[in-house]
């Protein structure tokens, strides 16, 4: 499996595994998928600690991007990070391999702290965060609603 940084080329394998999770699943409170354009402006950040991976083995298997927590200069340091991993290749290392590339650029560029909100349950990603030294900081009880039940979201942080 190779990660790299993402390519023009992948914005629409990216968009496609990000519609399935839209539609399907509760990882993401969006319902609707988003088109390649809009992944594209993840590709052109150029603002020290945005990133955008993706991890390939002959298809692409996963994404990671970091992002501006909150548009507000004292936030500059912390990013928010996010994995997805397409259905079929979910348990195979994917979303640790993002982590294990993504984290020291964020720290190479003088992020200080990264955040991952999961929505519950999901014991996978708990055990993700957790293994890239992640720490659960609070739940946001019922914050979102998706597939006709509440969901809560719990979040974590790393300093890096």
């Known amino acids: 499996m190779e990660i790299r940084p993402a390519r023009e080329s992948d914005l629409v394998s990216v968009a496609a595994i990000y519609e399935r999770e839209a539609r399907e699943g509760p990882a993401?409170?969006?319902?609707?998928?988003?088109?390649?354009?809009?992944?594209?402006?993840?590709?052109?950040?150029?603002?020290?600690?945005?990133?955008?991976?993706?991890?390939?083995?002959?298809?692409?298997?996963?994404?990671?991007?970091?992002?501006?927590?909150?548009?507000?200069?004292?936030?500059?340091?912390?990013?928010?990070?996010?994995?997805?991993?397409a259905?079929?290749?979910?348990?195979?290392?994917?979303?640790?391999?993002?982590?294990?590339?993504?984290?020291?650029?964020?720290?190479e560029d003088g992020i200080h702290l990264a955040l991952a909100g999961v929505a519950l349950p999901n014991d996978a990603s708990r055990a993700?965060?957790?293994a890239h030294g992640f720490e659960p900081v609070g739940v946001m009880c019922e914050v979102g609603r998706k597939l006709d039940?509440?969901?809560?979201?719990?979040?974590w942080q790393r300093r890096l």
């Open 87 to 107: 259905p079929g290749a979910q348990g195979r290392g994917v979303g640790s391999g993002l982590y294990a590339e993504l984290l020291p650029r964020l720290a």
């Open 128 to 130: 993700l965060h957790r």
């Open 28 to 85: 993401t409170f969006d319902t609707e998928g988003r088109s390649p354009a809009t992944w594209r402006g993840y590709l052109e950040s150029c603002r020290p600690g945005d990133h955008f991976l993706v991890a390939v083995d002959h298809e692409l298997l996963g994404f990671a991007y970091s992002s501006t927590y909150r548009p507000k200069p004292g936030y500059d340091t912390t990013r928010e990070t996010t994995v997805y991993v």
């Open 149 to 155: 039940r509440w969901v809560d979201v719990e979040w």
